[in-house]
Nanobody, 118 residues
Framework: QVQLVESGGGLVQPGGSLRLSCAAS????????MGWYRQAPGKQRELVAA???????NYADSVKGRFTISRDNAKNTLYLQMNSLKPEDTAVYYC????????????WGQGTQVTVSS
């Protein structure tokens, strides 16, 4: 079955860095568009960064210049390098795999907590 397993979250001080990973299995990773979303308490889930199967990227305005999304198709793994973290980056971060075959098909990981606090 399809599994997206996030790792790398934790507690970090403002200004610090974290690197999230998402290991995918059960899908042909190379043909999927991949993304990172986050959800803070009391807020809707929002797109943080996305990378297409052709490696085109886009970012939420709030993270541009601080976060970098990348993928390693040989390892079926998605990454999110987060630098200059701010308290408002605190959220549960989710990995998403998306493909359109007649209709949209989405898979989600279980999420990893990122807390930015002094």
């Amino acid at each position: 079955q399809v599994q997206l397993v996030e790792s790398g979250g934790g507690l970090v001080q403002p200004g610090g860095s974290l690197r999230l990973s998402c290991a995918a299995s059960g899908i042909n990773f190379v043909v999927y568009d991949m993304g990172w979303y986050r959800q803070a308490p009391g807020k809707q889930r929002e797109l943080v960064a996305a990378i297409t199967r052709a490696a085109y990227t886009n970012y939420a305005d709030s993270v541009k210049g601080r976060f970098t999304i990348s993928r390693d198709n040989a390892k079926n793994t998605l990454y999110l390098q987060m630098n200059s973290l701010k308290p408002e980056d605190t959220a549960v971060y989710y990995c998403n795999a998306h493909i359109r075959i007649v209709r949209d098909l989405d898979y989600w990981g279980q999420g990893t907590q990122v807390t930015v606090s002094s």
